[in-house]
Protein backbone atom coordinates (compact mmCIF):
# COMPACT_ATOMS: atom_id res chain seq x y z
CA UNK A 1 0.00 0.00 0.00
CA UNK A 2 1.19 3.83 -1.19
CA UNK A 3 1.95 6.18 1.39
CA UNK A 4 -0.74 8.55 -0.07
CA UNK A 5 -3.29 5.69 -0.18
CA UNK A 6 -2.49 5.13 3.66
CA UNK A 7 -2.66 9.04 4.34
CA UNK A 8 -6.46 9.30 2.20
CA UNK A 9 -7.69 5.99 4.14
CA UNK A 10 -6.98 7.70 7.59
CA UNK A 11 -8.10 11.49 6.48
CA UNK A 12 -11.18 9.50 5.50
CA UNK A 13 -11.84 7.67 8.67
CA UNK A 14 -11.34 11.04 10.48
CA UNK A 15 -13.85 12.56 8.00
CA UNK A 16 -16.52 10.22 8.86
CA UNK A 17 -15.22 10.39 12.85
CA UNK A 18 -16.25 14.24 12.55
CA UNK A 19 -18.85 14.33 10.50
CA UNK A 20 -22.10 14.55 13.25
CA UNK A 21 -19.34 16.64 15.20
CA UNK A 22 -21.27 20.31 15.17
CA UNK A 23 -19.34 23.26 13.52
CA UNK A 24 -17.62 25.79 15.20
CA UNK A 25 -18.51 28.96 14.16
CA UNK A 26 -16.51 31.30 16.33
CA UNK A 27 -12.96 31.39 16.05
CA UNK A 28 -10.16 29.36 17.98
CA UNK A 29 -8.87 33.40 19.08
CA UNK A 30 -11.99 33.84 20.35
CA UNK A 31 -13.32 30.43 21.84
CA UNK A 32 -10.09 29.86 24.48
CA UNK A 33 -10.21 32.28 27.56
CA UNK A 34 -7.19 34.27 27.32
CA UNK A 35 -7.93 35.07 31.56
CA UNK A 36 -4.92 33.78 32.91
CA UNK A 37 -2.10 36.09 34.63
CA UNK A 38 0.49 37.65 32.11
CA UNK A 39 2.83 38.50 34.87
CA UNK A 40 3.38 36.88 38.12
CA UNK A 41 3.71 40.06 40.86
CA UNK A 42 4.66 42.97 40.15
CA UNK A 43 8.45 44.00 39.72
CA UNK A 44 10.49 46.75 38.19
CA UNK A 45 12.17 46.81 34.85
CA UNK A 46 15.53 46.72 37.14
CA UNK A 47 14.43 43.84 39.27
CA UNK A 48 12.99 42.00 36.07
CA UNK A 49 16.53 42.04 34.46
CA UNK A 50 17.53 40.60 37.81
CA UNK A 51 15.39 38.31 37.70
CA UNK A 52 16.89 37.41 34.46
CA UNK A 53 20.25 36.81 35.02
CA UNK A 54 19.73 35.25 38.07
CA UNK A 55 17.40 32.23 36.02
CA UNK A 56 19.98 32.23 33.55
CA UNK A 57 22.60 31.69 35.88
CA UNK A 58 20.37 28.51 37.50
CA UNK A 59 20.21 26.91 34.13
CA UNK A 60 23.84 27.04 33.68
CA UNK A 61 24.22 30.20 31.72
CA UNK A 62 27.42 32.21 32.36
CA UNK A 63 26.07 35.85 32.81
CA UNK A 64 27.92 39.05 31.59
CA UNK A 65 26.52 42.81 32.10
CA UNK A 66 28.34 45.73 29.92
CA UNK A 67 27.21 48.69 27.92
CA UNK A 68 27.13 49.51 24.24
CA UNK A 69 30.33 50.79 24.34
CA UNK A 70 32.03 48.32 26.64
CA UNK A 71 30.46 45.15 24.41
CA UNK A 72 33.32 44.83 21.63
CA UNK A 73 35.65 44.60 24.16
CA UNK A 74 34.03 42.01 26.45
CA UNK A 75 33.12 39.80 23.16
CA UNK A 76 36.82 40.16 22.04
CA UNK A 77 37.98 38.99 25.74
CA UNK A 78 34.96 36.06 25.88
CA UNK A 79 36.08 34.42 22.79
CA UNK A 80 39.72 34.80 23.79
CA UNK A 81 39.06 33.40 26.80
CA UNK A 82 38.13 30.37 25.31
CA UNK A 83 40.39 29.52 23.03
CA UNK A 84 38.27 30.94 20.15
CA UNK A 85 40.06 30.11 16.32
CA UNK A 86 36.70 30.96 14.61
CA UNK A 87 32.95 32.22 14.95
CA UNK A 88 30.13 32.02 12.69
CA UNK A 89 28.19 35.18 12.56
CA UNK A 90 24.74 36.13 11.30
CA UNK A 91 24.64 38.09 8.27
CA UNK A 92 22.68 41.17 10.41
CA UNK A 93 25.03 41.45 13.16
CA UNK A 94 26.67 44.49 13.57
CA UNK A 95 29.74 45.07 12.35
CA UNK A 96 31.04 47.01 15.26
CA UNK A 97 30.30 44.10 17.76
CA UNK A 98 33.23 42.01 16.45
CA UNK A 99 35.45 45.26 15.70
CA UNK A 100 38.29 44.07 18.26
CA UNK A 101 37.91 39.97 17.56
CA UNK A 102 40.83 38.41 16.67
CA UNK A 103 39.95 35.01 15.16
CA UNK A 104 38.60 34.05 11.69
CA UNK A 105 35.16 35.14 11.26
CA UNK A 106 32.79 32.97 9.34
CA UNK A 107 29.84 34.57 7.53
CA UNK A 108 26.87 31.92 7.36
CA UNK A 109 25.88 30.41 4.47
CA UNK A 110 23.11 27.72 2.89
CA UNK A 111 25.76 25.89 1.54
CA UNK A 112 27.37 25.53 4.90
CA UNK A 113 26.88 21.64 5.85
CA UNK A 114 26.99 20.55 9.43
CA UNK A 115 30.72 19.28 9.76
CA UNK A 116 31.91 22.64 8.43
CA UNK A 117 29.92 23.98 11.40
CA UNK A 118 30.92 21.41 13.72
CA UNK A 119 34.63 22.86 12.90
CA UNK A 120 33.88 26.24 14.18
CA UNK A 121 34.69 27.20 17.67
CA UNK A 122 32.09 29.58 18.68
CA UNK A 123 28.49 31.60 17.33
CA UNK A 124 27.99 35.21 18.76
CA UNK A 125 23.98 36.35 17.86
CA UNK A 126 21.90 38.87 19.07
CA UNK A 127 17.96 37.62 20.32
CA UNK A 128 14.28 38.14 19.88
CA UNK A 129 13.31 38.11 23.45
CA UNK A 130 14.20 36.75 26.92
CA UNK A 131 12.45 35.66 29.52
CA UNK A 132 12.49 36.97 32.98
CA UNK A 133 10.52 34.19 34.53
CA UNK A 134 12.11 31.33 33.03
CA UNK A 135 15.47 32.31 32.50
CA UNK A 136 14.60 32.00 28.71
CA UNK A 137 16.51 33.28 25.24
CA UNK A 138 13.94 32.87 22.33
CA UNK A 139 15.93 33.48 19.04
CA UNK A 140 13.53 33.89 15.57
CA UNK A 141 15.91 33.78 12.93
CA UNK A 142 15.83 37.80 12.23
CA UNK A 143 19.35 38.76 10.77
CA UNK A 144 20.86 39.32 13.90
CA UNK A 145 20.16 35.53 15.04
CA UNK A 146 21.14 34.02 11.93
CA UNK A 147 19.53 29.98 11.03
CA UNK A 148 18.74 27.98 14.01
CA UNK A 149 21.50 25.28 13.00
CA UNK A 150 24.72 28.19 13.44
CA UNK A 151 22.92 28.18 16.95
CA UNK A 152 22.74 24.14 17.34
CA UNK A 153 26.02 23.00 15.81
CA UNK A 154 29.14 25.13 17.41
CA UNK A 155 30.41 24.21 21.09
CA UNK A 156 29.83 27.92 21.85
CA UNK A 157 27.22 30.29 21.90
CA UNK A 158 27.18 33.94 22.94
CA UNK A 159 24.11 35.51 23.15
CA UNK A 160 23.54 39.20 23.20
CA UNK A 161 20.42 40.70 24.72
CA UNK A 162 20.02 44.51 24.95
CA UNK A 163 18.42 45.86 28.18
CA UNK A 164 15.77 46.54 29.16
CA UNK A 165 14.00 46.23 25.22
CA UNK A 166 14.30 42.96 24.98
CA UNK A 167 13.58 41.45 28.46
CA UNK A 168 10.39 40.90 29.36
CA UNK A 169 8.77 38.84 32.28
CA UNK A 170 6.63 35.86 31.44
CA UNK A 171 6.17 33.51 28.85
CA UNK A 172 2.69 35.21 27.71
CA UNK A 173 4.31 38.62 27.14
CA UNK A 174 7.21 36.77 25.11
CA UNK A 175 4.67 35.00 22.74
CA UNK A 176 2.99 38.24 21.91
CA UNK A 177 5.98 39.83 20.45
CA UNK A 178 6.99 36.51 18.45
CA UNK A 179 5.94 36.04 15.14
CA UNK A 180 4.55 32.28 15.21
CA UNK A 181 5.79 31.49 11.38
CA UNK A 182 8.83 32.39 12.13
CA UNK A 183 11.45 29.62 13.19
CA UNK A 184 11.67 29.86 16.92
CA UNK A 185 14.41 28.67 19.12
CA UNK A 186 13.73 28.83 23.30
CA UNK A 187 17.04 28.49 24.71
CA UNK A 188 17.09 27.46 28.70
CA UNK A 189 20.87 27.35 29.49
CA UNK A 190 23.36 25.17 27.76
CA UNK A 191 22.29 21.91 25.94
CA UNK A 192 22.18 18.88 28.14
CA UNK A 193 20.42 15.54 28.90
CA UNK A 194 20.42 13.14 31.81
CA UNK A 195 20.94 9.27 31.62
CA UNK A 196 18.83 6.46 33.65
CA UNK A 197 21.11 7.22 36.55
CA UNK A 198 20.68 10.81 36.08
CA UNK A 199 24.13 11.76 35.13
CA UNK A 200 24.41 14.99 33.23
CA UNK A 201 26.00 15.07 29.90
CA UNK A 202 26.16 18.92 28.16
CA UNK A 203 26.26 19.29 24.72
CA UNK A 204 24.58 16.58 23.27
CA UNK A 205 21.76 18.24 20.89
CA UNK A 206 23.49 21.95 20.90
CA UNK A 207 26.48 24.29 22.65
CA UNK A 208 28.41 22.93 25.44
CA UNK A 209 28.44 26.69 26.70
CA UNK A 210 26.11 29.34 26.77
CA UNK A 211 27.24 32.63 27.37
CA UNK A 212 24.60 35.56 27.63
CA UNK A 213 25.70 39.54 27.85
CA UNK A 214 23.18 42.14 29.02
CA UNK A 215 23.88 45.10 27.35
CA UNK A 216 22.19 48.18 29.08
CA UNK A 217 21.89 50.32 26.21
Excluded at 54 to 82: F, I, M, Q
Aim: proline letters at 7%; one cysteine or more; charged letters at 25%.
Amino acid sequence: MSSGTSRERVLGRVRRALADVPRDDEPYERAIARDYLREHGRRTVARTVELLAENLADYRAVVHRCTDEELPGLLARLLSAHGTRSVVLPPGLPAQWLESVDATLVQDRAASTAPELDRVDSVVTGCAVAVAETGTIVLDGSPDQGRRRITLVPDHHICVVRVPDQVVSSVPEALGRLDPARPLTWISGPSATSDIELDRVEGVHGPRTLEVVLVDG
